[in-house]
């Protein structure tokens, strides 16, 4: 057999593999083939090929149904991959279809996407309606890596990081608050975080930057973080702290939508890592044209 038509066998098609996704998922073959509009026969005839193609089963077939094997389910996590870059790929390329000339992938951490950079964002698409602008929420830490790995283009992140293949542009500051309930005993309009380790805190998991801050704050204080409720989101804080279950410490322009509907306070900390500047992060190369019109206009509207 020849070189060209070995790689050829290895090659499966997208639609034999949204099947094979289908198949597993529904643990049936005519459920899947129901589906995929055909019929059983040829929904079997086309998994068979698959695994003749790759040379080996993929498939457990029992009376009951179809489980993956092992090889299975490796193929799984490669092919959800595979037709998740191929949406990607089609939304991409229809939105040049639309007249789009270029695209900007842009991750941001929750403290910019509840605070400014939706206002940033809408009015750059106003300005510029041919770039389209894809946004994403992620961690900091995930988002320097995703620029890293070119999965994003331009990041909003609250901290910057020692690596000398990106670039860190200062952007907006934002300020960290106390947040308690309105019966909370600390009636003070001002707190240091040091005072606050006597109660009990509600945090955001620990891969945030806010709850680094919060633990690096409490071993400097040469106390105990009583962290008791980790939850991913914002509003989860607020909930939380509204149900008395301890002290918050969020971005004020974040949490101030939430101070009226839950009934809470906030308290303005004392300390200096308080007031934190957020930055722009790219890769140190040149930015393409679509880039450099995205972190001008949020430069512009950002720090002076």
Same mark, same amino acid.
């Given at each position: 057999?020849?070189?060209?038509?070995?790689?050829?066998?290895?090659?499966?098609? =997208?639609?034999?593999?949204? =099947?094979?996704?289908?198949?597993?998922?529904?643990?049936?073959?005519?459920?899947?083939?129901?589906?995929?509009?055909?019929?059983?026969?040829?929904?079997?005839?086309?998994?068979?090929?698959?695994?003749?193609?790759? +040379?080996?089963?993929? =498939?457990?077939?029992?009376?009951?149904?179809?489980?993956?094997?092992?090889?299975?389910?490796?193929?799984?996590?490669?092919?959800?991959?595979?037709?998740?870059?191929?949406?990607?790929?089609?939304?991409?390329?229809?939105?040049?279809?639309?007249?789009?000339? +270029?695209?900007?992938?842009?991750?941001?951490?929750?403290?910019?996407?509840?605070?400014?950079?939706?206002?940033?964002?809408?009015?750059?698409?106003?300005?510029?309606?041919?770039?389209?602008?894809?946004?994403?929420?992620?961690?900091?830490?995930?988002?320097?890596?995703?620029?890293?790995?070119?999965?994003?283009?331009?990041?909003?992140?609250?901290?910057?990081?020692?690596?000398?293949? =990106?670039?860190?542009?200062?952007?907006?500051?934002?300020?960290?608050?106390?947040?308690?309930?309105?019966?909370?005993?600390?009636?003070?309009?001002?707190?240091?975080?040091?005072?606050?380790?006597?109660?009990?805190?509600? +945090?955001?998991?620990?891969?945030?930057?806010?709850?680094?801050?919060?633990?690096?704050?409490?071993?400097?204080?040469?106390?105990?973080?009583?962290?008791?409720?980790?939850?991913?989101?914002?509003?989860?804080?607020?909930?939380?702290?509204?149900?008395?279950?301890?002290?918050?410490?969020?971005?004020?322009?974040?949490?101030?939508?939430?101070?009226?509907?839950?009934?809470?306070?906030?308290?303005?900390?004392?300390?200096?890592?308080?007031?934190?500047?957020?930055?722009?992060?790219?890769?140190?190369?040149?930015?393409?044209?679509?880039?450099?019109?995205?972190?001008?206009?949020?430069?512009?509207?950002?720090?002076?």
């Amino acid at each position: 057999m020849s070189a060209r038509s070995t790689e050829d066998l290895m090659r499966p098609d =997208l639609d034999s593999l949204a =099947l094979f996704l289908r198949a597993i998922e529904h643990g049936s073959l005519s459920k899947a083939a129901a589906e995929s509009h055909m019929v059983l026969s040829a929904a079997s005839r086309r998994l068979a090929i698959l695994e003749s193609q790759l +040379g080996v089963g993929l =498939l457990n077939r029992t009376s009951k149904g179809v489980t993956p094997t092992g090889a299975g389910e490796s193929l799984a996590m490669h092919a959800r991959q595979i037709l998740r870059d191929v949406d990607r790929m089609r939304a991409d390329l229809s939105d040049y279809a639309q007249g789009a000339t +270029g695209r900007v992938r842009l991750h941001a951490n929750a403290s910019a996407m509840g605070q400014f950079l939706p206002d940033d964002v809408a009015s750059f698409r106003l300005r510029y309606p041919e770039i389209r602008v894809s946004v994403e929420e992620h961690r900091s830490v995930y988002i320097v890596q995703a620029i890293r790995d070119r999965q994003a283009d331009v990041g909003v992140i609250t901290s910057e990081a020692v690596d000398p293949a =990106l670039h860190f542009i200062p952007y907006r500051t934002d300020r960290l608050v106390a947040i308690v309930r309105q019966k909370h005993p600390w009636r003070g309009r001002e707190v240091s975080f040091e005072e606050l380790l006597d109660f009990d805190f509600v +945090g955001l998991e620990d891969d945030s930057a806010i709850s680094r801050t919060m633990e690096d704050a409490a071993m400097s204080a040469r106390k105990v973080l009583r962290l008791r409720v980790r939850v991913k989101s914002f509003e989860a804080v607020c909930r939380m702290i509204e149900a008395g279950m301890g002290v918050g410490i969020l971005p004020e322009g974040a949490a101030v939508t939430y101070r009226k509907e839950m009934k809470l306070r906030f308290i303005n900390l004392t300390d200096a890592w308080a007031s934190r500047r957020m930055y722009l992060c790219t890769r140190q190369e040149a930015l393409s044209f679509p880039q450099r019109r995205l972190v001008d206009h949020l430069l512009a509207r950002g720090m002076p």
